[in-house]
């Protein structure tokens, strides 16, 4: 996850954009993936790696890669936009590590 993808997260939370569960879009709404794929520019092959490290759930502690993780919070724990940003913040690369 890079900085643009917190901000599209946060942009999405503040401006009231509906918020989906089960699916990445919904009419006018989406769920956090679909708004950072927006926000990216980017198919979902590019999130998709099951090569990718796998991360620990600050919710329940189940491990997921990056991707899946925030599918994850946005289905099973329904976590709001805002919630998701602030509390995967922490997995943003720096420009030299994702290249």
């Given at each position: 996850?890079?900085?643009?993808?917190?901000?599209?997260?946060?942009?999405?939370?503040?401006?009231?954009?509906?918020?989906?569960?089960?699916?990445?879009?919904?009419?006018?709404?989406?769920?956090?993936?679909?708004?950072?794929?927006?926000?990216?520019?980017?198919?979902r092959?590019?999130?998709?790696?099951?090569?990718?490290?796998?991360?620990?759930?600050?919710?329940?502690?189940?491990?997921?890669?990056?991707?899946?993780?925030?599918?994850?919070?946005?289905?099973?724990?329904?976590?709001?936009?805002l919630?998701?940003?602030?509390?995967?913040?922490?997995?943003?690369?720096?420009?030299?590590?994702?290249?």
């Amino acid at each position: 996850m890079d900085q643009r993808a917190i901000d599209a997260l946060v942009e999405a939370g503040l401006r009231n954009r509906l918020q989906v569960f089960g699916k990445y879009y919904w009419y006018t709404g989406a769920c956090a993936m679909g708004v950072i794929l927006d926000a990216e520019g980017v198919e979902r092959s590019r999130w998709v790696s099951h090569s990718a490290p796998e991360v620990s759930c600050p919710q329940c502690g189940g491990c997921y890669t990056e991707a899946v993780l925030i599918l994850h919070c946005n289905d099973a724990h329904r976590w709001d936009f805002l919630t998701i940003a602030r509390k995967l913040e922490h997995l943003v690369t720096s420009p030299n590590e994702s290249a």
